[in-house]
């Protein structure tokens, strides 16, 4: 199944402008009108109204008589054109981006029940109702981060992806570091930090079959925060959540956000094609990523009514082999968690 790009139903206009804006990124000299409206199977007006509407958008796109158009500059905008620069035409025949939605992870549901295949995946600039775990909100602000989920099918049963988000948190920090060079640390289990702030927030939500009791697919959300300025944020939460513009303000010019949506379809990729065989990789990179391992941390179990500073104390020990985490407590006992609510001491305002 190819999935239709959208607005609801994108436009042959729309497509032709990033089929160009593609090209352009992707060709260091002049590009002539003719040799485009041949590769694409367009007009030269068609042509000439695609780069009129980039130009419009923020790209400066010079044109030189008998040498074409050559690309100069573009904004940090979250589009197909730039993202099929990186990743090629067929990855992009399922990926939809959008300028708005709800959910990515609500959207990307609805295209699993109507069959798309493992892979697909749906980016917004913008989420109106976007979801955290256990039920809380996830800002999401236009023009800010990128709102990405991705669909899986794998064939297995619940209890054998426990660890599937562990290794989503290795594969999302090593895009940014490949496209930033900022490399994230994980908190566990799945929150991206950088200087000891959230820059990043990972859902993954799973649909079994009622008769086989197998999974259907898995859809694992990623909210990361690139350009927010720390204003953007309610004050609630400024001593908790950052972005990598604010985190590393020198590094601004090198955060484009389709170069890392598009390295994050490529990680992806690659975990759907280890999974579930070469756990050790995940492991060792997640290890050497955890910022929690040997601090001293505050425990709540999930589903606890508890206030955070009644949680259990005690200190993480290290990372077991199947991604939970080994504390000991206060009182000299040892338990391994696979759920529940850590706050590790130096973090999120946890002193």
Known sequence: MV???ENHKQDGKIM????????????DSYMSGELISEELGVSRAAV???????????YIIESCTNKGYKLISRPDRLSSGEIEAIVGPERMANVVVLDSVDSTNKKLKELGYSGCPSGTVVIANEQTGGRGRLGRSFLSPRD???Y???LLRPDTAPSDTGSITAWTSVAVAEAIQKSTGIEPGIKWVNDLVVNNHKICGILTELSVESESMRIDNI???IGLNVSNKITDFPEELRSTASSLASEYPDKIGRLNRSAIAAQMIIRLDQLIADWPHNSERYLKRYRELSVTCGKEVNVIPIGSSSEPSEGRKGKALSINDDFSLKVQYEDGSISD??????SVR???GYA
């Open 16 to 27: 032709t402008k990033d089929k160009v804006l593609a090209m352009l990124i992707n060709t």
């Open 48 to 58: 000439n109204s695609a780069v009129k509407s980039l130009r419009s958008e923020g």
């Open 219 to 221: 859809v694992i959300g």
């Open 337 to 342: 968690l696979s759920s529940g609510e850590v």
């Open 3 to 5: 999935i239709r790009k």
């Open 346 to 348: 130096g973090l999120y």
């Open 144 to 146: 800010c981060g990128i």
């Open 148 to 150: 990405f989920s991705i």
